[in-house]
């Protein structure tokens, strides 16, 4: 199996994992943050959806420009990460290996801070989402929520 092939695999199984702790989140407490120099459960949600975004415009165009817009309430942002996840996959099962090993440049404020393979881009942001995801995970409890079942069980998710 290729990388490429094992890239997708893994990100659809991942989808459905993101959802639960997504969902898990009470929408009234999305500014829960555990320390002031932490995200905001919101600003967390944002930025995987801004990241998966990302990954799109990397894959399709080889360029990315990272930009944080206003989030909106919590059921647009699943939806826009949603539509988002799944763009990427039709975009990375559409390419071949090829494609899936030319550069992707990814920019900030203006100026490039990473030059890498598409595939190196899409691995590196996947693994900073599950990150970004395990931080939420720990948010829940605080914020009032249960926490989901993730690789395996969870407190909160027995019956």
């Known amino acids: 199996m290729s990388t490429r092939l094992f890239f997708l695999d893994r990100r659809k ?4 994992v993101f959802l639960k702790v997504l969902r898990a989140l009470p929408a009234d407490r999305l500014d829960y943050r555990p320390h002031e120099r932490s995200p905001s459960a919101q600003q967390l949600v944002w930025t995987l959806t801004m990241e998966l975004r990302s990954c799109v415009e ?13 989030a909106p309430d919590l059921e647009k942002m699943l939806a826009t990460y949603e539509q988002h996840h799944q763009e990427l996959i039709r975009t990375v099962e559409n390419m071949d290996d090829a494609a899936w090993d030319r550069p992707a440049q990814f920019f900030f404020n203006g100026k ?9 881009f899409l691995w590196m ?3 900073d989402a599950i ?5 939420l995970s720990a948010y829940l409890r605080p914020m009032g929520g249960t926490v989901p079942a993730i690789y395996g069980p969870s407190a909160d998710a027995r019956s």
């Open 13 to 16: 199984a991942e989808l459905p």
């Open 58 to 70: 990397a894959a399709q165009n080889g360029r990315t420009e990272w930009r944080m817009e206003p």
């Open 112 to 120: 490039m801070v990473s030059a890498q393979p598409i595939s190196q």
């Open 125 to 127: 942001i996947l693994f």
């Open 131 to 135: 990150h970004h995801r395990g931080q």
